[in-house]
């Protein structure tokens, strides 16, 4: 049975939606979709009801969830004891935008900490470029960044997490403010030198959207005091909205393809750390899937 086919049934459960659960598994739905429908013709089932907008799950496909769930978890079980911790040891220095380091990262650090406790990692927060001009000098043994558009030689790219950009206004305010209605804010920009700065400019350019700019900051923490504050709206990436954030918040989605920051894990790939690389990769990237 493949685990991928259980793992989107999952996903899908979860997020109640393929669209959700596509963004989570960094795939693209139609792949979810493949997976789902592969999974069905193994099990002889039909495991949603396509007649419906959007597809429903039948009662076959949520009764399975939970042994699903069991045996991912089993899966996961058997990699990590077939795992040689006792090789995975050693010194890393991976970079971080700051986005990261309010959600993304902490979380991949404990998963590390717990599978591998002999890998020491030194962080270093930067802007996207920066990082990963130190990673292709050798500074830094990889880095979680904004995907880029173009990667220097020899080095490689590995999608971590897709996430929604999200228009984010004070609760205290006229409610969550739409896309059309952004002129009518005050206009909290990200700073454009850096990634997600630059993936909303070309998202609101494409649009022909041209909100009243108030002020560009380059830090997120920055950006959601001031607009929990009440002093203008911004849009910034779904998920780097923190807990204590949300109570004073509201975050509204953009549900539309091209809203969406893509966070990857750059890396040499011919490194003599590979392996380290590769583990902590796996420990950050299913830290994604949990968000």
């Keep these: 049975m493949n ?112 599978r591998y406790p002999e890998i020491r990692i030194k962080i270093e927060v930067g802007l996207s470029e920066a990082l990963i001009e130190h990673v292709r000098a050798g500074a830094l043994d990889a880095a979680i960044v904004t995907e880029p558009q173009t990667l220097p030689a020899g080095l490689a790219c590995t999608a971590i997490l897709h996430e929604r950009l999200a228009i984010v206004s004070s609760v205290s305010g006229r409610g969550p403010p739409t896309l059309a209605g952004l002129a009518d804010h005050p206009f909290i920009r990200f700073d454009r030198r850096v990634g997600v700065g630059q993936i909303i400019d070309r998202y609101l350019a494409r649009r022909g959207l041209h909100p009243d700019e108030f002020m560009e900051l380059d830090s997120l923490e920055a950006i959601l005091v001031m607009v929990e504050r009440g002093l203008g709206v911004a849009i910034v990436p779904e998920h780097s909205v923190a807990d204590m954030h949300r109570r004073r918040l509201l975050v509204s989605p953009i549900d539309e393809p091209d809203a969406v920051r893509r966070v990857s894990f750059v890396y040499r790939p011919q490194s003599a750390k590979a392996p380290l690389l590769e583990a902590v990769l796996e420990a950050i990237h299913a830290a994604a899937l949990g968000r």
């Design 3 to 114: 685990l991928k086919a259980l793992q989107s049934l999952v996903a899908i459960h979860d997020g109640q939606s393929f669209v959700e659960a596509a963004r989570r598994l960094g795939l693209n739905q139609s792949a979810v979709s493949m997976q789902i429908k592969a999974l069905e013709r193994e099990l002889g089932v039909t495991l949603f009801d396509r007649t419906m907008r959007p597809p429903a799950m039948t009662a076959a496909a949520v009764a399975i969830v939970k042994p699903a769930r069991q045996i991912l978890a089993l899966a996961e079980t058997i990699r990590e004891t077939v795992q040689d911790r006792a090789a995975l040891a050693g010194r890393l220095a991976l970079g971080a935008i700051s986005t990261a380091t309010l959600g993304l990262l902490p979380d991949g650090l404990i998963a590390i900490g717990r």
